[in-house]
């Protein structure tokens, strides 16, 4: 048995476990969010009765709000821990199914990414990677998933704008399985786990270990995006962005973060430094 102050695993159906995410009040990935998931991957690796792994939130306004860079750039090794992480997430033996409702931006996103299917609830589900908006990249694999599920063009409209998307348009892009009423959710989800939880963990690891050889990236893909996102971060646009996001509500309860993609055009340079450069 592993501890874990930010996950709550219910082992109680057999093969498939649910693993809900809980670090109030918002569900922040923190550094030590990945040191638990580090403990996570090992466990669903090792325990060989496992079959079927169900990421969910407690927080229905919140899967995942984002990464909290100012506590990750006093860790800088997370990042490198989290690229592990993902690869050894979709190389696992073991399918994982993401069953999202309310926000999931940036390294939320990437995990959402990450899992063998996607599904989410159509009235209360965001997605968004807005890295850009706040001066930077997205740096733990959101460049290197979308694009193979979403194809070149969508992957640039959804990074490059940095703004929140529905899960109808998710569903319509490929970015997700399907988007599903809320209230069907919980029901789609534990019935496709508990069938695949029904089948020969062999054979089902050999069926996913197939269909990796398509659209899951290698570990130097995944690391060029965290050199960039380290080679960024510490530039002088992107500090004075971040400056100004924390000034307007980040990482609390409250309108920016329900509504982040509607705020990041807010945080370029003044009007007046626009023209002064221009002139």
């Known amino acids: 048995m592993i501890k874990l102050s930010q996950f709550k695993i219910d082992r109680s159906r057999p093969g498939c476990w649910k693993v809900a995410f809980n670090n109030p009040p918002i569900n922040m990935f923190v550094p030590e969010t990945i040191a638990e998931m580090e403990s996570l991957m090992s466990a669903i690796e090792t325990d060989s009765s496992v079959r079927v792994v169900v990421f969910e ?7 995942i709000a984002h990464l909290d860079v100012a506590k990750a750039l006093q860790q800088p090794d997370v990042l490198t821990v989290w690229r592990d992480i993902v690869l050894r997430l979709a190389a696992a033996p073991v399918v994982s199914i993401a069953k999202v409702r309310g926000r999931t931006r940036g390294i939320g996103n ?4 990450a899992c063998d299917m996607r599904f989410a609830s159509r009235q209360n589900t965001l997605f968004g990677n807005p890295e850009v908006g706040v001066g930077l990249v997205p740096g733990g694999g959101g460049m290197e998933w979308l694009p193979q599920l979403v194809g070149r063009s969508r992957a640039m409209e959804i990074v490059l704008s940095g703004d929140d998307f529905d899960s109808d348009i998710a569903e319509r892009y490929g970015w997700i399985n399907r988007a599903l009423d809320d209230g069907y959710l919980d029901t789609f989800v534990d019935t496709l786990a508990h069938r695949i939880a029904s089948f020969d963990r062999e054979t089902l690891a050999a069926a996913k270990e197939q269909l990796n050889r398509y659209g899951v990236p290698t570990s130097a893909e995944l690391k060029s995006s965290t050199e960039i996102f380290f080679s960024i971060v510490a530039g002088p646009s992107a500090q004075a962005r971040r400056v100004k996001v ?5 990482g609390v ?7 982040f993609g509607r705020y990041l055009t807010q945080f370029g340079p003044d009007a007046d430094e626009v023209e002064a450069k221009v002139g």
């Open 253 to 259: 309860p409250g309108d920016f973060e329900m509504n």
């Open 110 to 113: 990437e995990l959402v990414l």
């Open 246 to 250: 924390r000034n307007v509500g980040y």
């Open 57 to 63: 939130s407690s927080n229905a306004d919140f899967f």
